[in-house]
């Protein structure tokens, strides 16, 4: 079992509703210094993973007292699982407001993909770490693949609702999206940044307008 | 670098051209050694990882001597490279009937999915051992996931001469459409087999159809 060897799966609750592993900074200097450790983790497991990175490591980078790491985690475990929850986070932080900016729900996954692209390119660590979290902590690694797959889906939903999309789009197309949307940051931004990330969003929009945007499926499906 | 950890990303040529790590067997009694070899490797990296599982597991599994393993191979990095190969080529001997069968494009890949779905559901190790490669051994992890998607790219440049489909078709579908199956394969097939497989790709059929069909496109965009 992938447990055996890193964070047992049943120390985070599967839900994810707590599992906050961070204790919670009272003092705006309390929150910079949480933000400073697991930037300094996000550098210390993607560059060295999971098994050879150290707290030490992480509060060099960070250029913080040992005491202080303690204050927030209380192991190097704790920090990991913090570390997945934290770029789950950010992802969804960087993705959200493009979203609410778009015209329609089509123009919505275009937006989503482009941030994701973006943020993947300075962000590469991203890929090495939650793709450990499989074996070192495999409860984080399902969670943040299964809501993310459940945000697409609640949106999808919901644009069905507004007469955006198909009727029948359901939780198949909403993995689907995902799916793309992960291969095609490995490829596009951690692999080779070559490709403009608009030609990227700009194909998947026409594949997804095409293929469960509601106007265009009318005139497909007569 | 993930090469520190495991296996060097230099020992094996990134064009994936030999890279053969298993020594040919010559008789037919060899070729089922290798082939249990093969297959004991894959249930013991499956359950126990990489670091965790050890040649005397793989031999006591396959009931070979360990002089049978040395026949072959030279090292646990050398079977677990061999084994990432295998793993492709299971998966493109399994997939390749199906799409040969075809009537056109859009239902090769809807046949593509569904047995990839199939193959999954009984050969669940495949997600861990190649997930598990892009830290013991990225070379094969790269080659492996770069090679599928330039056939899948393949398949489409050759469909849009034959015009089954749009001729923009580029390798940014290719990326897209594998994305799309490996996630399904994780969700519908490692974590959860209740959805049918026909099901997930008659979904995913009707998306290309639309999205990168011939026929609907000159409908879509007159």
Known sequence: MAGERGISATSVPEGGETARDAKVPRTERGRR????????????????????????????????ALGSFYTYFDSKDAVFRA??????????????????????QIDAERAALLAFIRFARTHKEIYRIVDEAEFVDPASFRHHYASTADRIAARLRAAAERGEVRDDVSEIHAWAIMGMNV?????????????????????????????I??????????
Chains 1, 2 share one sequence.
């Open 33 to 64: 210094t949480l933000r400073a450790i697991l930037d300094a983790a996000a550098a210390e497991f993607g560059e060295k993973g999971f098994h050879e990175g150290s707290i030490s490591g992480i509060t060099r980078r960070a250029g913080v």
């Open 213 to 222: 945007g509601a106007a265009t499926s009318s005139r497909a499906d007569p």
């Open 183 to 211: 291969f095609l940051g490995l490829r596009y931004s951690v692999w080779d940044e070559g490709t403009p990330p608009e030609a990227i969003a700009d194909a998947v929009a026409q594949l997804l307008a095409r293929g």
């Open 83 to 104: 570390l997945v929850r934290d770029m789950s986070d950010q992802v969804r932080e960087h993705v959200g407001p493009a979203l609410r900016g778009a015209r329609d």
